[in-house]
Every structure is written in structure tokens, then in C-alpha cells.
């Protein structure tokens, strides 16, 4: 079972990058799936999730109206949209996976993901 992100690169301040998740597992559609991020000297964040129907997102405030999750049944991806990309979205961005029920609250503990992607570098010019 692996994740494997990609879609980093460098962008200006305002610009927009997807980010995709490739996952071979044999049962995506039971798999949460997130995305985390880690800026140089701090400590990994959430930045998003979405529950295994694709029903139902969630976002960090900071990212909310600029970033968007999706996921895609037929090739199991999940997608992280960004726009209006700022210097301090700058961090290399890891999308993880569980099969885990989740209250919303434990979303965004990274602690309760099982599966994790080797990480893409976002860097944000101003």
C-alpha cells in the first residue's frame, strides 16, 4: 500500500498548483484521506480532509476559500486545489490515508493516519 503525492513546484504569491495523491490500495473508498503540510522549523499541520463518500471536506481556517479537496473514485486520487497561494502556504506537503472513523476534531491529527505520501515541496514566492 503506498501514497504517492505530486504537483509541487514554485509558484508567486497569488498563483495557483494541484497537488494529486496517487493511492494503490485495493480499497480507496473506505480510506479518509488528507493532506498535511511542514514548513522549514515547524511542526506538521493539517491543511485538509475528506471522508471516504467524498461527501464531506475540511479545511483549515487558513487555507478555507483558497484551498479545495477532491477525490477521484475511478483512478484513486485525491486532489488539493490551490489558489491564491501565499509565501506562508511555503512547505512540503504529504497526503496520508485511514480507515479509521474519524470525529472532525481528530482529522487533523496526524497521529490517527495510518498511510502517508513521501511529501511535495510548495514554495511561494512574493
Known amino acids: 500500500v503506498q501514497l504517492q503525492a505530486s504537483g509541487g513546484g514554485l509558484v508567486q504569491a497569488g498563483g495557483s498548483l494541484r497537488l494529486s495523491c496517487a493511492a494503490s490500495?485495493?480499497?480507496?473508498?473506505?480510506?479518509?484521506m488528507g493532506w498535511f503540510r511542514q514548513a522549514p522549523g515547524k511542526e506538521r499541520e493539517f491543511v485538509a480532509a475528506i471522508r471516504w463518500s467524498g461527501s464531506k471536506t475540511y479545511y483549515t481556517d487558513s487555507v478555507k476559500g483558497r484551498f479545495t479537496i477532491s477525490r477521484n473514485y475511478a483512478e484513486n486520487l485525491v486532489y488539493l486545489q490551490m489558489n491564491s497561494l501565499k509565501p506562508e502556504d511555503t512547505a512540503v506537503y504529504y497526503c496520508a490515508a485511514t480507515r479509521r472513523v474519524l470525529i472532525i476534531s481528530a482529522l487533523a491529527l496526524d497521529r490517527e493516519y495510518d498511510l502517508w505520501g513521501q511529501g511535495t515541496l510548495v514554495t511561494v514566492s512574493s
Open positions: 490500495v485495493r480499497t480507496f473508498t473506505a480510506y479518509t
